[in-house]
C-alpha cells in the first residue's frame, strides 16, 4: 500500500528512478495520439531544425513522469484521483536516448471536505541525464486518509 495524506510531508522531496527514452516509445505515442509531426518522426527533416536531430513529444515526457511517480509506490492504492497540472514549463527537448528521472517535492496539503480524502500538491522536474531540466509544474493529487475503507 502507497502512502496516505497523513504520511506526506510539505518540503520533502522524492526522486524517482531514471528511464531511457528510445525511438521505439516515440514511434508508438505517434500511433497511439495521431501526432506524426516530422520533429518526432523524421529524422532528416529533424536534422534542419536546432535541435539536429528527432525529439519526443512533450507530453510523452509528462506520460513518463506519471509512470516514473508510480514507480515511487508512493501512491499504491492510495491515490484517488489526478485533478490537475498548473504551470507546466516545457524548458528542454528529450532526444532519442536521454536518460529521465524525476524529482518532486510536496509543497502543500490540504483536507478535503471528504474525511476519506485529502489534497497534496507536487512540485515536479523532469531531468535528464546532463542534470538539466527540461520540464516543470505543479501537480494536484486527492488521497486517500488513513481509516478510509473505500
Not at 3 to 16: I, L, N, P, R
Not at 43 to 60: D, K, N
Not at 94 to 109: A, M, Q
Request: aromatic share 10%; charged share 20%.
Amino acid at each position: 500500500m502507497g502512502a496516505y495524506y497523513e504520511d506526506f510531508e510539505v518540503g520533502k522531496t522524492h526522486v524517482t528512478p531514471g528511464r531511457t527514452v528510445t525511438d521505439y516509445e516515440v514511434a508508438a505515442f505517434a500511433g497511439l495520439s495521431g501526432d506524426f509531426n516530422s520533429i518526432h518522426t523524421d529524422r532528416e527533416f529533424a536534422a534542419t531544425t536546432s535541435f539536429g536531430e528527432p525529439i519526443a513529444h512533450g507530453v510523452l515526457g509528462l506520460a513518463i513522469a506519471t509512470g516514473l511517480i508510480a514507480r515511487t509506490g508512493l501512491f499504491d492504492g492510495t491515490a484517488v484521483a489526478f485533478l490537475g497540472i498548473d504551470g507546466w514549463k516545457f524548458s528542454g527537448p528529450i532526444l532519442f536516448g536521454d536518460t529521465i528521472h524525476v524529482e518532486f517535492v510536496i509543497t502543500s496539503k490540504r483536507e478535503t471536505k471528504n474525511p476519506a480524502t485529502g489534497l497534496i500538491v507536487r512540485a515536479i522536474k523532469i531531468i535528464n541525464q546532463r542534470g538539466e531540466v527540461i520540464q516543470s509544474g505543479d501537480t494536484t493529487l486527492l488521497v486517500r486518509r488513513r481509516g478510509d475503507s473505500a
